[in-house]
């Protein structure tokens, strides 16, 4: 039941945080600490998957679409990066 | 590896040096302000640099110069980059605020005011910032005190005030404001009064101790080479020029920092060139940003601050492969 509405929830930016895509990855600026963050994703993620219309379910489906990976890789691997994220309230 | 040794598609914010002009005459102006340069950026021009940073996502700029209230359409410039979302901070004396400034910044969640003061007196402050300014400086923090306006208090440390630091503090908290303190660095006017109000080896051990004890003290990236280990982790742990970071002169110059606004460090003009292009291409940014001072290299603390400010180095030594004179690692020897 936990999973399941984990794959539910949308993601979305905290805020106060903006995010831009870089080659390696993601970079995140949250604006009242004038502090920055980043996740070394690859092509993995996109600025628009934390814009609050994608579950985790539906990014995992677009990055195994778009890069081959196997879905295996990127459901052990994807919630590691979106945990440091909301550990670090960039995400909500 | 940092992050920032990867290149940046853009720096994460820009320092914007609006005018040259200004009303003050401080004796360490890092821009050596006083009349407005001919041939500085219309509004026009202004605008299309916006339009460009916005593209690139860059997330804040940090207005100063001179003093930005005087250039004639910066409140117009900072509504036009609020409608693309970038956040601003304004650097100012104090002493120039309009109604029309106040409104602006009141309640605007884009907007950051950093007053600059350089003593808790006027005894102290006068004397870097001229005669009578403290009074006026205060009349202007208190237009914006409790605005909703996240305000701070920024002091260039000095052999001057150094002994007022925790009063300066108490004077921004009662404004509802936080201290932010920068490094006296030789650039601009301070190079004629660098030995006169430079830190001396006991002092740079005190506020290294005074900023690791209070981390409430903002310093931006101005401290890395001196700081423990505390607040290093706190991030800004290095040179952030032409990583994190870049400047523009008011006539549309570009240089990796507002200290390092010397000829060896141009990396273009703006009415020239597009800013993407000097950021990613400019020969002295790419010299910058892969910059190991020699005398650095085998120091062991070197992985932490990656040889300093190359600001103090050069304007001291004229070598960037010099060592940061003010570092932890130089000055810890001298002091018992």
């Given amino acids: ?92 | 590896m940092k992050y920032a040794d990867w290149p940046l598609s853009a720096p994460v914010n820009i320092t914007w040096e609006i005018t040259h002009q200004c009303n003050l005459h401080c004796i360490h102006c890092l821009s050596a302000s006083s009349k407005a340069s001919p041939g500085e950026l219309t509004f026009e021009e202004c605008k299309q640099t916006v339009d460009e940073l916005a593209r690139l996502k860059v997330f804040e700029i940090n207005f100063g110069g001179g003093e930005p209230l005087l250039k004639e359409y910066f409140l117009p410039l900072l509504r036009y980059i609020h409608t693309k979302g970038i956040v601003t901070c304004v650097s100012t004396n104090g002493t120039v605020l309009t109604k029309e400034a106040v409104a602006l910044f009141t309640g605007n969640r884009l907007v950051n005011i950093q007053v600059s003061l350089d003593g808790a007196t006027a005894e102290v402050n006068d004397r870097i910032r001229g005669e009578g300014t403290f009074r006026n400086i205060i009349s202007g923090i208190e237009l914006l005190s409790r605005k909703n306006i996240p305000l701070s208090v920024n002091t260039v440390v000095t052999s001057q005030n150094f002994s007022q630091l925790n009063e300066l503090k108490d004077l921004a908290k009662k404004y509802g404001a936080r201290l932010r303190v920068s490094r006296f660095r030789p650039s601009g006017r301070a190079r004629q009064s660098w030995d006169a109000l430079r830190l001396n080896p006991a002092q740079l051990k005190e506020i290294a101790a005074w900023l690791e004890s209070d981390l409430s003290i903002l310093t931006g990236d101005s401290f890395f080479s001196i700081s423990q280990d505390g607040r290093r982790k706190m991030g800004l742990d290095m040179c952030g020029a032409c990583k994190l970071t870049c400047c523009i002169d008011p006539v549309g110059n570009v240089y990796p920092c507002a200290f390092l606004q010397d000829e060896p460090f141009y990396g273009g003009n703006l009415r020239e060139n597009s800013f993407k292009k000097i950021w990613d291409s400019a020969p002295s940014f790419l010299r910058l940003r892969s910059l190991e001072p020699k005398a650095c290299r085998a120091c062991p603390r070197f992985e932490s601050c990656r040889g300093g400010c190359p600001a103090v180095a050069y304007f001291l030594t004229k070598d960037l492969d010099a060592a940061d004179p003010e570092c932890l690692v130089n000055w810890i020897r001298e002091v018992p």
């Fill in chain 1, 1 to 92: 039941m936990a999973h399941d509405m984990a794959n539910s929830m949308a993601y979305r930016l905290a805020e106060d945080v903006q995010v831009r895509q870089e080659a390696w990855g993601l970079l995140f600026y949250r604006q009242a600490e004038h502090k920055v963050f980043f996740i070394r994703s690859g092509e993995w993620l996109y600025p628009e998957h934390f814009d609050g219309t994608w579950t985790l379910e539906n990014i995992i489906e677009d990055i195994a679409r778009r890069t081959g990976a196997l879905v295996d890789n990127i459901e052990t691997a994807l919630p590691k990066l979106t945990e440091r994220l909301t550990a670090n309230r960039m995400l909500l």
